[in-house]
């Protein structure tokens, strides 16, 4: 866009379902919002911690502790990195552009991948293959734990978003999945390639895809 070039308007279409959004539900003030957000946010955590605590939480060895403490805290600065791409309000009313969360959606597997690798690269043997642990277990349960945050993410954001809801369910799904590979990652001691792909990166796949399949449903609004 040219700098002196006028800002897109809305189309008619878009500001009638905005507005008729708008007439269906009084809007919540912003302290109740907030206190919304934060019981579904402590839900959707709870029910995650209680999946990894049932999975025998934290399982260190054969890691050394930095590893460990780096690999975890990195994949969790990436997540709240792509966290701020995807809630972040910007510029607009409407929230960030699609493009801000197409970046984060693809972007964000991607960084979790090369980091847990080139981490995990600088410390001997961990990058060998383990046969008795192919990921299967790794996929279930961070398939699992990142089912708690993905029904918070929606549920704090349902009836949002007027022009991109699979989009921004792709990408709630994406940040849900990030968030429980932290504590995967805190799990599972394998950096073998293979394994990485199977049980740590499909999982954010999956949520991918059920948050687009459930953004059209959950996230849209004015839609006749």
Request: hydrophobic share 55%; glycine share 12%; proline share 8%.
């Amino acid at each position: 866009m040219k700098p002196n070039q006028p800002a897109p308007q809305p189309s008619s279409d878009l500001r009638a379902r905005v507005l008729q959004s708008i007439r269906a539900a009084p809007a919540p003030t912003r302290g109740e919002v907030l206190w919304r957000n934060f019981v579904l946010g402590l839900a959707g955590t709870g029910v995650m911690l209680a999946v990894f605590g049932w999975a025998s939480g934290l399982r260190q060895e054969p890691r050394a502790t930095s590893l460990v403490l780096e690999t975890s805290v990195g994949a969790a600065v990436l997540t709240l990195l792509a966290m701020g791409l995807v809630l972040g309000r910007g510029r607009s009313a409407l929230g960030p552009p699609g493009a801000s969360r197409l970046a984060a959606a693809v972007g964000l597997p991607l960084a979790l991948l090369l980091w847990k690798v080139g981490v995990s690269a600088q410390f001997a043997g961990m990058m060998d293959r383990w046969p008795d642990r192919p990921g299967l277990k790794c996929l279930a349960l961070g398939t699992v734990m990142a089912l708690g945050p993905f029904a918070a993410l929606v549920a704090m954001l349902q009836r949002t978003e007027p022009n991109h809801p699979r989009l921004l369910g792709s990408a709630l799904g994406v940040l849900a999945a990030g968030v429980a590979w932290v504590f995967t990652d805190l799990w599972c001691p394998v950096a073998y390639v293979p394994h990485l792909l199977l049980g740590h990166a499909l999982p954010v796949a999956i949520l991918a895809g059920l948050g687009a399949a459930v953004g059209r449903w959950k996230l849209g609004f004015g839609v006749s």
